[in-house]
Structure formats: structure tokens, C-alpha cells
């Protein structure tokens, strides 16, 4: 355990569903991040909360929705997901972005 | 072309080889971290560097801040060694960019 934690591990859903992935950490730390990672490619960074204000939306489309409702919690809310977004979604978190980030174990979304 | 790039994509290699991997990067960076992540997804910090070198166990990690180049280098390596190799760099303004991985796999 890293000291993030990620749920659910897996998640299939459908293209009309809604679901809720869920990110916790209790490392102290002011920033959390949703990170997409599609396969042989480079983590991208989509949402990125300071203080629990989001301070950066890296155009991602509005069909995923993140809430951060206190520093330990974030979420990310799906709805109307396409196929192509199939992908491990890995939250991290820092303190300021020094030092590194500490990342959860993802979750593995399949969209059919 | 991606600011973090790595080689090789992909590494196989018998167990007890001395295993390279190489990151350049092309941004300025405050440190740049090796990562590694296991198949089921969760990632780990291996180093974080800023100048010279670090080892830790089996691992070492090398950085040349003039030539923006990083190596980590697994010497005895074992099967369990079996993972992907991240390098990430740390941006002047606190951001994170990613190299798009390197997949060993050590054979036993």
C-alpha cells in the first residue's frame, strides 16, 4: 500500500451507464491528480486539484467530471463514456508537487 | 515527440544480466524520478535525482543534468525485476511528465 488508495480496482460499464471511481489519501498531501494511462503511452495528466480547487483541466472531455469534496477524497464521475476510453485511471497525490507523487494502485475501466 | 523520451520500448533479459534503460528529456527540470509498475497497474517510486547518483539494492540510478540524460541500471537481475520503467521529470513548475515506459522482462 502506497498510502493512496484507489476503488474499484476493476470497473465494466456500459456506454449509457454512470459510475463513480474514487481516490482517498491520508498522507497530508494539498494535491491530488486523475491521470489516464492508454496502452504504450504516456501517462496524461486530466484533472489536477490544489486545496481541493482544481487548478487544471487538461481538456478532457466533459463526460468524465472530477469532485474533490475535501483534501484526502477525490472522484472521478463517468457518464456517457465511449469505448476509447478504456484505460487505467491512476490518482496520485503530493505535497505541492514536490518531492514526487505518491500514486494508487489505479482502475482498471473497460467501457462496452 | 514526446519531452521524456525512453529506450529501449521494450527489454528481455535472462536472469543475472546487468540491465540498462535510458531516459532523455528535453524540458528544464527540478528532478527527475524513476518509476516502476507491476502488472497490476499500481506505481511505484523507485529514485528521485537531481544531479549524480543513487543506488538502492540492485538498483542504480544515474543522471547527467548537462547532457539531460538519465540511466537506471539493474545489475543480477531476477525475474521478479519484471515490470515497466517509468522515468518522469519534474518540471520547474511543480508538473510531472512522463516517458511512456519501458517493459522488462526478466526470464528465468
Redesign the interface.
Known amino acids: 500500500e502506497?498510502g493512496v488508495t484507489q476503488t474499484p480496482r476493476h470497473l465494466v460499464m456500459g456506454m449509457t451507464n454512470k459510475k463513480s471511481l474514487k481516490c482517498e489519501q491520508h498522507l497530508g498531501h494539498n494535491a491530488m491528480y486523475w491521470y489516464k494511462?492508454s496502452a504504450?503511452?504516456?501517462?496524461e495528466?486530466m484533472f489536477v486539484y490544489s486545496l481541493e480547487e482544481r487548478v487544471e483541466n487538461n481538456s478532457v472531455p466533459s463526460r468524465f467530471s472530477p469532485e474533490c469534496p475535501n483534501s484526502s477524497h477525490l472522484f472521478l464521475h463517468l457518464h456517457t463514456l465511449q469505448p476509447e476510453d478504456s484505460a487505467?485511471y491512476?490518482c496520485?497525490s503530493?505535497q505541492?508537487?514536490?518531492?514526487?507523487?505518491?500514486?494508487?494502485?489505479?482502475t482498471?475501466l473497460t467501457v462496452v | 515527440k514526446n519531452e521524456v523520451e525512453q529506450s529501449p520500448q521494450n527489454l528481455t533479459a535472462q536472469e543475472g544480466e546487468f540491465i540498462t534503460i535510458n531516459c532523455s528529456y528535453s524540458v528544464g527540470i527540478s528532478a527527475l524520478h524513476w518509476l516502476q509498475q507491476h502488472p497490476g497497474g499500481g506505481i511505484v517510486s523507485l529514485f528521485m535525482l537531481s544531479s549524480g547518483k543513487k543506488k538502492h539494492g540492485r538498483l542504480i540510478a544515474t543522471i547527467n543534468i548537462q547532457e539531460k540524460h538519465s540511466s537506471l541500471h539493474i545489475t543480477a537481475s531476477h525475474p521478479r525485476d519484471s515490470a515497466v520503467y517509468i522515468c518522469a521529470v519534474l518540471g520547474n513548475n511543480n508538473d510531472m511528465r512522463f516517458g511512456a515506459g519501458t517493459r522488462l522482462t526478466v526470464k528465468p
Not at chain 1, 98 to 106: E, K, M, P
Open positions: 502506497t494511462q504504450k503511452k504516456p501517462l495528466l487505467l491512476l496520485a503530493s505541492s508537487g514536490r518531492y514526487g507523487y505518491t500514486f494508487g494502485s489505479g482498471r
